[in-house]
């Protein structure tokens, strides 16, 4: 299984909503990543989990909220967004070759987000 | 610090012409580098990369890339386009040592069109 899969795969939600996304990989990934992808740009890191726990946080409005329940899963739990907060976000997910260094990353299909 | 940066936001070719998207890398180390792709609403998929094994290197779909350490290039090219080859696709470099943390740094994408 090669696959990164994400639910939903389109979320309104307004202001004062609480949701959250959600990402599963069974490919043996111990990194797992959060993009944020806004129209006609690349993809901007969010957080990142290596073996289960946040290596990277992006300083990341604490609106959004990451959870890594285990290896195969990864979690943001959206609350109280801005309409700004809108966007495509992407998981991925890759081996983890060391502390420093990355090999390439697979992505699932991406949640599109509307804040209202 | 490691960058790299795509020339052109937009190259239009005609069905059946070669394909070329510019690809230029900065890093003081031998980096780790990648072409994806992503078609309209979906998430990011490998096309090739470069782990310093070969310095041409082969994808999916036709495409092909070359490292060229002296002109710090890693430039994407497929002999013949074909209309399903209209997406974005980012350029991306992984470099061993950075910081303390596994990053892919994405360049800022080149969408290319298809002229029948």
């Known amino acids: 299984d090669t696959e990164v899969t994400q639910t939903p795969k389109h979320l309104v939600m307004g202001m004062t909503n609480k949701k959250s996304l959600k990402c599963e990989q069974h490919?043996?990934?111990?990194?797992m990543y959060w993009y944020k992808q806004k129209a006609k740009k690349p993809p901007e890191l969010m957080f990142v989990?290596?073996?289960?726990?946040?290596?990277i946080n992006e300083s990341v409005p604490s609106r959004f909220s990451p959870e890594c329940p285990n290896s195969s899963l990864l979690n943001l739990h959206l609350h109280a967004l801005q309409p700004e907060d809108s966007a495509l976000y992407l998981c991925?997910?890759?081996?983890?070759?060391?502390?420093?260094?990355?090999?390439?990353?697979?992505f699932g299909p991406g949640t599109r987000l509307t804040v209202l | 610090a490691q960058s790299v940066t795509q020339l052109g936001s937009h190259v239009s070719v005609s069905e059946g012409a070669l394909v070329l998207l510019r690809c230029n890398y900065s890093?003081?180390?031998?980096?780790?580098l990648f072409w994806y792709v992503q078609y309209p609403n979906q998430g990011l998929q490998l096309l090739l990369k470069?782990?310093?094994?070969?310095?041409l290197v082969k994808g999916i779909n036709d495409f092909e890339a070359e490292f060229k350490k002296s002109e710090t290039s890693f430039h994407l090219t497929k002999p013949s386009a074909h209309m399903s080859d209209a997406a974005e696709y980012f350029c991306a470099v992984s470099v061993p040592g950075y910081s303390s943390a596994s990053k892919i740094i994405f360049g800022s994408g080149t969408r290319l069109s298809i002229r029948p």
């Open positions: 490919m043996g990934h111990r990194a």
């Open positions: 989990y290596s073996y289960e726990k946040l290596s």
């Open positions: 470069y782990t310093s094994a070969a310095t």
């Open positions: 991925a997910s890759s081996q983890v070759i060391s502390d420093t260094w990355v090999n390439e990353q697979f």
């Open positions: 890093s003081s180390v031998p980096p780790y």
